[in-house]
């Protein structure tokens, strides 16, 4: 390895990769534009490659700088680990689990299994963060998180990434009971026109499904939507007015079955898509993210059957 690279090299290109932005990652790294500036420079002299690239008003990471990405990010996430091991030997604790989680798993199998873990007494402190999925790959990729719970990412999102499938589910359709959709006895996908559009956001990892389900009943846009990927606003904004919610059946399954919400007849074979474990392709897990994994599979195995 070139000793001239340091690890402030790698931090800076990280951050830089993360907000797409040079005064961004300077905040970020709490430096100031200039020094962030220089440090790519001399990064990309000590490679003789340009790893950013300008983009309208912006810039980009270049092809070089994504090759390059993904062995810095890796670097960065096992000196974090190292880190956090030290620590947990002073303190005579377990590993911390750090867990992003998609809503398909954070309102289905998620909470039960991480009581399990939690019921083990390992010490290890667990956090659980939510958002958009391109986002919590991000941060496991520098290794802010040791786990991704949730769907398969699109292949140009998974370098460096490993995805263990635990099962598969479908995006459905849903209302409150006593909508005037759910009474219809002959529903056209065309009638959600008519009313708002609860739409997982144009990062989340569904939204592809969404759209060409959309596009191929003829509906390229529609007029009144709220994109959201938080479930508890989901929930409580279908429950209460007559909106359409389009969301992965694994979020809204306890309220399809307690009668809370109605599934509209709609074919949607072709957003079935898996759910799973994404980590560090290279990473050595912790004996207690090992043991999470193995707790997950459990819980999810017990709920296969009504999946």
Known sequence: MDSRIKFRHLQTLLEVARHSSIGKAADALSVTQPAVSRTLRELEDMLG???VEKEGRGIRISHFGEVFLRHAGESVAAVQRGIDEVAQVQMSEGPPVRIGALPTSSTTFLPDAIASFLARRTGSQVTIVSGENRTLLEQLRVGDL??????LAAPERMTGLFFEPLYSEEVTIVTRSGHPLAAKRHFALQALANY???MPTRESVIRPFVERILLT???????DTIETVSDS?????TANHDAAWI????????????GRFVELPVDMKETRGAVGLTTQAQAEPSAALV??????????RARLGPF
């Open 233 to 237: 606003f989901g929930r409580a904004f």
């Open 49 to 51: 490659v340009p790893l």
């Open 196 to 198: 708002t559009v609860l």
């Open 217 to 223: 009943n003829g509906i390229p846009e529609l007029p």
């Open 291 to 300: 043991l999470v994994k193995q707790v997950i599979r459990e819980h999810v």
């Open 247 to 258: 969301i992965s059946r694994g979020v809204v399954i306890d309220d399809i079955r307690a």
């Open 146 to 151: 040791d786990l991704v719970v949730g769907r």
